[in-house]
């Protein structure tokens, strides 16, 4: 017993060392990634249901990979995280989207905000407030278009710094969104102490709306605590009309899904933004 304990205890060692190599591997990769300049952000369209308009995009991180291809956030993110190099790429991402919502503009899009991913790493630096600054004002892009999400567990953890951060992000002008809301924790304290402005309900409810009783009063319910709270409810992950029309009929405010579109590069979500106005 003695001797098979050693061996399981070697076998377990050897996995973990696998598994550590592997993830150094990656991590060295992606910081290569990050200064050969070879992360892309794609935008997906945000519709006001009562007039149909391009409200906003959420600009979603991909690692354009010489021998992968096209990689998926799930795949980095959670490394990025680990390592600590989701500072330099969230940089890189607020300044991009930033960019590029200033490009848009000027190239005579109808206006609309740009959403971008904050990652409780990098909601807690202390510099996080000055690289928002500086990526609006070498964007020349005015602070109401910019819109931060924000995940419930960087909500929960109330401490001082945190709510300074984001009292000094509204003082600017900025607009705060807690993204897959309903998925994390049931307190609702935070919605009172953070001047959050939309809540994204969670596509695990959007989805199966039609079908189940229960997520549709979640639904409901998510949409009437918003409105009483006066924040906008934007649903996520809506696949097809009987799922946006259930919403309509719930009063959420906007939508966001492969029913409209999926997430798409920026020269593409422009020709997307002009093919919808109307003539
Ligand atoms: P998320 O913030 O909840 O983003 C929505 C995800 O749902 C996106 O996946 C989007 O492509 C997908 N989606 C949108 N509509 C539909 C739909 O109708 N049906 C289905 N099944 N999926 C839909 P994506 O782009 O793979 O991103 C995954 C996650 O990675 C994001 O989830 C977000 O948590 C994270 N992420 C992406 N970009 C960034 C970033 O720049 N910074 C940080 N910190 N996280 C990011
Ligand atoms: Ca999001
Ligand atoms: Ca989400």
Known sequence: AKHSGRNAHRF????????????????????????????VLHYQP????????????????????????????AKFIPIAEETGLIVPLGKW???????QASAWQAAGLPPF??????SGVQFRRSDLLETVINSLVLADLDSQWLELELTESILIHDAEATLDTARR????????????????????????????DKLKIARPFVRDLVSNADDAAIVRAIVQM??????????????????????????????????????????????FVLGRQPA
């Open 113 to 118: 905000s740009v959403a971008v991913n904050l």
């Open 12 to 39: 377990f060692t050897e996995q973990m060392n696998v598994q550590a190599v592997e993830h150094m591997h990656l991590e060295t990769r992606l910081r290569r990634a990050l200064e050969r300049s070879e992360f």
């Open 46 to 73: 945000q519709i006001d249901l009562a007039s149909g308009a391009i409200v906003g995009v959420e600009a979603l991180v991909r690692w354009q990979s010489p021998d992968h291809g096209l990689v998926a956030p």
């Open 93 to 99: 991402v607020l300044g991009e989207a930033c960019r």
């Open 226 to 271: 918003a409105h009483a709270l006066k924040l906008r409810a934007i649903a996520e992950g809506v696949e097809d009309a009987e799922v946006a029309a259930q919403l309509r009929l719930c009063q959420c405010d906007e939508i966001q899904g492969y029913w409209i579109a999926r997430p798409m590069p920026a020269d593409a979500l422009a020709a």
């Open 169 to 196: 992000l509204k003082a600017i002008g900025v607009k705060l969104s807690v993204d897959d809301f309903g998925t994390g924790y049931s307190s609702l304290a935070y919605l009172k102490r953070f001047a959050v």
